[in-house]
């Protein structure tokens, strides 16, 4: 999944768990208020205008027990959403970061394919990491899916816009380093690599460890 996916994802209106479990909080919170009034209430009662054989320490008592109980509910509730938060937080940025780096080393593999050798390989590799940093080229990449991305960026630099060769590189490079891609990865195509042209030899690819 893109960028700009997850930040839709992010934006999208409450799921009915999740304002079921705001519902709650307020509900709890309500009865926290009126727990209090009971209680300011007795007391008020018993100061002013106490009545014959009643046992306000232990009404206080009785309401005050009740009210650990339901901030004991509400502080539950409160963490629970905050969890959920915290993780889907997280895999937003899984999801960011994945994009990312698939992004820049497709864009690195493409430099690395048309370089003649060694030296034009680093210089190239050099730049792309340069240019991938400009603020202008970070937001293009994080509004745009990998393929859209990578073709306009291929346009841009000058390099053979074979999207499909260079993503595959890019995950076969993912693959290798370990990483795994999330659950709603933008790539779940199953055809396997086109072969690529024969030709003259290739600088290594980048050392990405």
């Known amino acids: 999944m893109d960028k700009a996916q997850t930040h839709q994802t992010s934006e999208a209106p409450a799921t009915p768990q999740e304002e079921r479990a705001a519902r709650h909080l307020r509900m709890l919170a309500r009865a926290a208020e009126i727990q209090m009034e009971i209680m300011e209430a007795t007391r008020t ?17 009785v ?11 509400e502080d539950k509730f409160a963490n629970h959403r905050d969890e959920r938060r915290k993780a889907a937080a997280k895999r937003e940025s899984a999801q960011e970061d994945w994009h990312d780096l698939r992004v820049k080393l497709a864009m690195m593999a493409a430099a690395y394919e048309v370089s003649e050798d060694e030296e034009e390989a680093d210089r190239r ?9 400009r603020r ?36 076969e490079a993912l693959e290798e380093l370990g990483f795994i891609p999330p659950e709603d990865g933008e ?13 003259r030899r290739k600088p290594k690819p980048p050392d990405t460890g």
């Open 187 to 199: 790539d779940d195509e199953d055809d396997p690599p086109e072969p690529r042209p024969a030709g």
């Open 136 to 171: 202008e080229v970070a937001e293009l990449v994080e509004a745009s899916r990998a393929e859209v991305a990578v073709a306009a960026l291929c346009r841009r630099w000058g390099y053979p816009v074979q999207v499909k060769q260079w993503l595959e590189m890019a995950d």
């Open 125 to 133: 590799a050099d730049e792309v990491c340069e240019r991938l940093e």
């Open 63 to 73: 309401v005050a027990k009740s009210l650990r109980q339901t901030l004991l509910l």
């Open 45 to 61: 009662e018993a100061v002013e205008a106490p009545q014959p054989g009643a046992d306000y320490c232990k009404r206080i008592a």
